[in-house]
């Protein structure tokens, strides 16, 4: 396990996250729709890395966490189906300005968002972090 970059990507994870609660908050409602895909894809990428598995596109990502987490089944399909419904959302929300989102969009975003993060949580704990690696915020260097 590359345990830096897993706490690394865990804590982009509820960055994004925050960001995205606090853009709902905003009624920046695209913004908050992007930024909780981006809590999805760091969650998904601390995931991987517990296998030593570095995935740096979006597409790399859906792949490996498909091949490597659900199909061998550490992690049930249904999480798989959240990161690809995501990017649906986030590529709307940042590429097609004549797409509405409402309040209710973002908070649904947002809380499938804290759901994804939620299961990602207990599997990183099943898989030997401690607790408070993942309270803790990432600082480089």
Sequence with gaps: MNRNMTVAEWSRAREALRAAEALTRDR???DAISRGYYAILHA???ALHVHDIVAESHAAVRRMFGLYLVK???IEPKWSAYLVESLDDRLAADYDVETYFSREDARSECRRS???LSRVRR???KKGLKE???RKRYRRG
Aim: charged residues 30%; hydrophobic residues 40%.
């Design 132 to 134: 408070s690696e993942l």
């Design 123 to 125: 599997y990183l704990l």
């Design 72 to 74: 061998p089944g550490e």
């Design 44 to 46: 998904a990428k601390a």
């Design 114 to 116: 804290r759901e994804f």
């Design 28 to 30: 920046c409602y695209a």
